[in-house]
Structure formats: C-alpha cells, structure tokens
C-alpha cells in the first residue's frame, strides 16, 4: 500500500508571496492533519480535515487554511507569506475514527523557504 | 497541565551500545495514547509503536523496546546493540480524549550512532 504522498517535497518563496502544499493520504484513510516543524517550536498542529470538513484547528492565524477533496487528498495553504514561516509542513493521515487510538501516517514533508 | 517532556536533547552512542530515550508526560485524562515515532535525516515521521493507558505491558519489537509506567508517568524506549542506521530524532506523542486527531509533540531526543 503506497503511504502519504507530498508535493511538492520543497519550496521556495518569497515575503508578501502565497503557497499550497498538497498531501495524498494512504488509500482508505479519511483523515488528514497538517503540522508544522520548526527548531524553535517543534511539531505543532496546524489542523484537521476528515469528509471534506475542518474537524480540529491548532493555534495558528487565519493566513494559514485547508480543504479536503472528495478523495481525502488534502491541501494547505498559507497567504501572505512571512519569514517565520520557514518550515517543514507534515501531512499525516488516519482511518479517521474519533477514537483516540486512530493512528496517524505522515509523509516525506514539504520544506518551505521564505526568503 | 497536558504536556510531552523528553528531557534529553542528543544523546551520543557507539555502535552496540544499548540507549534508552525518556519520555515523561503529564494529563489528567484517564484514557489516553502514548506514540514513539522516528524521524530520519530525510523528514518522514515514522510510527514505530502505540500504548493505551490501560495497558501497562512492555512491548519488545527486535531490538526495541518500550517501557510504560504510569506510576511515573513515563513510556521510556530503549534500543539494543545500536546500529548506525538507528541514527535519528525520536519523539514522543500523546493524544487526549477530546482533543480529536491531535498529537502533542516531545520536542525530541537526537540519538547519534557512531562505529
């Protein structure tokens, strides 16, 4: 079964400039969640999309947003871009259950660049 | 206070020395889930084991090995005969009942395999 597909896997932008990630999810997962990772914060979740639907939301501002499609692939976009936005973003994927043992996937990441 | 404590930032091994990686945690949840997942030089998050809060049980898989004491609040890995391409950064994960898919992050230990 292939795993969590991202694309696209690095990125360069600059301040002022807009960006979307895509993340396929394992095949039959209908969960995806983004998280971002950086040396000073570490792994913070970013959101949650499960059918189409924001599901969960992390503390970030509103330049960052989601969508899920019909076939779970999700993307994530961030607007206005600033330099602390320099970041490897992590898609994961799940079954999708409310259960708290519904395991998360992740993909290879996309390394953001803001310069 | 719901929190995810590694304590030890990088931690240096020689190849076949046998290294344990702490992971304390603090929730006043009664069901929770621990994580352990591997992160190598290339980015991908990889799951490596998953504890219910019901289940104190040791978990032995190869040469890895999970520790669960909910006495002190810790889920500790130890690795056995380390190898070189044991060389990553591990973390540790938790998720609460109530708070949907999301993990809450260690912020890691950096385990460096050297021959």
């Known amino acids: 079964k292939a795993g969590v597909t991202q694309t696209p896997r690095y990125l360069i932008k600059t301040r002022g400039q807009q960006v979307t990630l895509s993340c396929s999810p394992i095949?039959?997962?209908?969960?995806v969640s983004w998280y971002q990772q950086t040396p000073g914060q570490g792994l913070q979740f970013l959101f949650e999309?499960?059918?189409?639907?924001?599901?969960n939301k992390g503390n970030f501002p509103g330049r960052f947003s989601g969508r899920q499609f019909s076939n779970s692939r999700s993307e994530m976009n961030v607007s206005t871009l600033e330099l602390g936005d320099s970041a490897l973003y992590l898609c994961?994927?799940?079954?999708?259950?409310?259960?708290?043992?519904?395991?998360?996937?992740f993909g290879p990441g996309t390394r953001l660049t803001v310069l | 206070a719901q929190k995810v404590t590694q304590a030890q930032t990088e931690i240096s091994v020689v190849e076949k020395e046998d290294v344990t990686l702490d992971c304390v945690y603090e929730?006043?949840?009664?069901?929770?889930?621990l994580f352990w997942y591997k992160q190598p030089p290339s980015g991908e998050l990889v799951f490596l084991i998953r504890?219910?809060?019901?289940?104190?049980q040791n978990e032995i898989s190869g040469r890895y090995s999970w520790n669960f004491q909910k006495s002190t609040s810790s889920f500790n890995f130890t690795i056995t005969a380390s190898q070189v391409v044991d060389s990553a950064v591990y973390f540790c994960?938790?998720?609460?009942?109530?708070?949907?898919?999301?993990?809450?992050f260690g912020t890691g230990t950096r385990l460096q395999v050297t021959l």
């Open positions: 994961a994927s799940s079954l999708g259950g409310t259960s708290v043992a519904d395991t998360q996937y």
């Open positions: 095949s039959g997962h209908r969960s």
């Open positions: 999309y499960f059918s189409e639907t924001q599901r």
């Open positions: 929730t006043r949840d009664t069901t929770y889930y």
């Open positions: 504890r219910n809060s019901f289940d104190e």
């Open positions: 994960a938790l998720r609460f009942t109530g708070t949907a898919s999301k993990l809450t």
